[in-house]
């Protein structure tokens, strides 16, 4: 069976689009997905997302995300904006973790992520603990911040982010057994009240060149820890985007998306 699929990303964080909304498309195992995001012998991408009709009354259609191992996650905002692009209007998205506005501008995308949780709980965490300044450390990295934006993160603020080994500590905090539902860590460096610099360690990704949802924690971290005003842009080493949030309600992520190549695949290549 061929099936047809549109190959985006945002700043780098690159994704195999599989558009299910007007025609029928298989169900892809978990088997079956890892294959296809192998970069030397799949097609290759961060997260495999796919396009579905919706029941719920305030959305205009499905999305679900897959990360690189095949497992299935809550949300990203770099998909979200790709998303919106390839839709072309804005549009109210369900995901696992909620809904999600996203509207085309002459920017980019501007996406509605929603509101972020603190509570220990909800993050999740395995036991009680301040989400603010967690009592934890792993080597170099230590008091992190942690913050569940449809997907849960850890968050390091350190004084140069780019010394920070984070492809040998990335993976160990991300399967700690302090985090049930594993993590995503993020390392930053704050250059000045509007300013952040990020690096990013992806749960079932690993190191990735953006994370729109790691952008998000790490910048409603530093809100809450008053290094940042409101609105900050964050670099990381895909390119920059606009995080706003006033801290209490919805986060705002802007910026661009682009659409790579299309092609299709045969199915029986990947079972």
């Known amino acids: 069976m061929r099936v047809p699929f549109v190959k985006m990303h945002g700043l780098g964080n690159d ?4 558009d299910a909304r007007e025609q029928e498309l298989p169900v892809l195992s978990t088997r079956a997905i890892a294959a296809l995001a192998d970069r030397r012998t799949g097609i290759g991408c961060d997260q495999l997302v796919r396009l579905e009709p919706t029941s719920a009354a305030e959305a205009d259609f499905r999305m679900r995300i897959f990360n690189a191992d095949g497992g299935e996650v809550g949300a990203c905002g770099n998909a979200s904006r790709a998303v919106a692009l390839l839709h072309g209007r804005p549009a109210r998205i369900e995901t696992e973790s909620g809904i999600v506005s996203a509207h085309p501008s002459d920017s980019g995308v501007d996406v509605d992520m929603g509101v972020p949780r603190f509570e220990w709980e909800s993050v999740p965490l395995a036991y009680p603990m301040d989400t603010l300044a967690m009592p934890v450390a ?6 992190p911040a ?3 934006v449809g997907n849960p993160h850890v968050v390091f603020f350190v004084d140069r982010q780019e010394d920070i080994p984070l492809e040998h500590l990335g ?11 594993r993590i995503n860590v993020n390392v930053a460096t704050v250059t000045d009240r509007g ?4 690096r990013v360690w992806e749960r079932g990704s690993g190191l990735t060149r953006a994370c729109g949802t790691g952008a998000c924690a790490t910048a409603v971290s530093a809100i ?6 409101n609105e900050v842009t964050v670099h990381l080493p895909g390119g920059a985007l606009q995080i706003s949030w ?17 092609g299709e695949f045969d199915l029986q290549d990947y079972l």
């Open 195 to 198: 300013t952040i610099r990020l």
């Open 171 to 181: 993976p160990e905090i991300e399967n700690d057994q302090l985090f049930p539902a």
């Open 138 to 143: 792993w080597d170099v990295l230590e008091n």
């Open 146 to 148: 942690a913050v569940n």
């Open 224 to 229: 809450r820890r008053r290094l940042v005003d």
């Open 15 to 18: 994704f195999v689009i599989l």
């Open 246 to 262: 006033d801290g209490s309600g919805p986060i705002i992520m802007s910026g661009p998306a682009q659409e790579s190549f299309r």
